[in-house]
T-cell receptor
Framework: NAGVTQTPKFQVLKTGQSMTLQCAQD?????MYWYRQDPGMGLRLIYY???????DKGEVPNGYNVSRLNKREFSLRLESAAPSQTSVYFC?????????????FGSGTRLTVV | AQRVTQPEKLLSVFKGAPVELKCNYS??????LFWYVQYSRQRLQLLLR??SRESIKGFTADLNKGETSFHLKKPFAQEEDSAMYYC???????????FGAGTQVVVTP
């Protein structure tokens, strides 16, 4: 049982390049999330998808887009990368809206934009 | 607006000593609070949630609504407790979490 799988694990981009971070979960979870982790700031929500077919902005959505391709997959796209998007990105999923059972996190994608 | 404050960026303790990680929150509703932990080279994982009142790996956390706090405690720290700890607040029924900035715990022998 893989849980939440993120690809790639590491990526270096030049300013202005685009890329898509992939996330897939095999736990039949309804809700999926993208967070970024920055030193001294904790994790901040970028986008989330409460259920298949829906997506909503989080705290820091600017510069990002998402796609909930199906129940398993939730991708994050950077259309024109900027150095401020250098961060570690985490995908997470949860089985119910109330969060009672906690998130299952992916292993993260470390992105550097030069 | 919701906010989670972890005032200590770094906490260094000796093995066998008590450890307490502070977490304060501001939220107008009924809070649901969590502690997540990230060990070196591992993914974030849930440590505690206040509604379960569990003790995991010797850690406990009590929700104090009067002081709006959810401090994490362990009476005797172990070297394997060295990790980054995040306090998090559930802000709505959609499962979104507001995280604190995190506290790095280093347990030295």
């Amino acid at each position: 049982n893989a849980g939440v799988t993120q690809t790639p694990k590491f990526q270096v981009l030049k300013t202005g390049q685009s890329m898509t971070l992939q996330c897939a979960q095999d736990m039949n979870h309804n809700s999926m999330y993208w967070y970024r982790q920055d030193p001294g700031m904790g994790l901040r929500l970028i986008y989330y998808s409460a259920s298949e077919g829906t997506t909503d902005k989080g705290e820091v959505p600017n510069g990002y887009n998402v796609s909930r391709l199906n129940k398993r997959e939730f991708s994050l796209r950077l259309e024109s990368a900027a150095p401020s998007q250098t961060s570690v990105y985490f995908c997470a999923s949860i089985s119910n809206f109330e969060g009672l059972h906690g998130y299952t996190f992916g292993s993260g994608t470390r992105l550097t934009v030069v | 607006a919701q906010r989670v404050t972890q005032p200590e960026k770094l906490l260094s303790v000796f093995k066998g000593a008590p450890v307490e990680l502070k977490c304060n929150y501001s939220y107008s509703g009924s809070p649901e609070l969590f502690w997540y932990v990230q060990y070196s080279r591992q993914r974030l994982q849930l440590l505690l949630r206040h509604i379960s009142r569990e003790s995991i790996k010797g850690f406990t956390a009590d929700l104090n609504k009067g002081e709006t706090s959810f401090h994490l405690k362990k009476p005797f720290a172990q070297e394997e407790d060295s990790a980054m700890y995040y306090c998090a607040l559930s802000v709505d029924s959609w499962g979104k979490l507001q995280f604190g900035a995190g506290t790095q715990v280093v347990v030295t022998p």
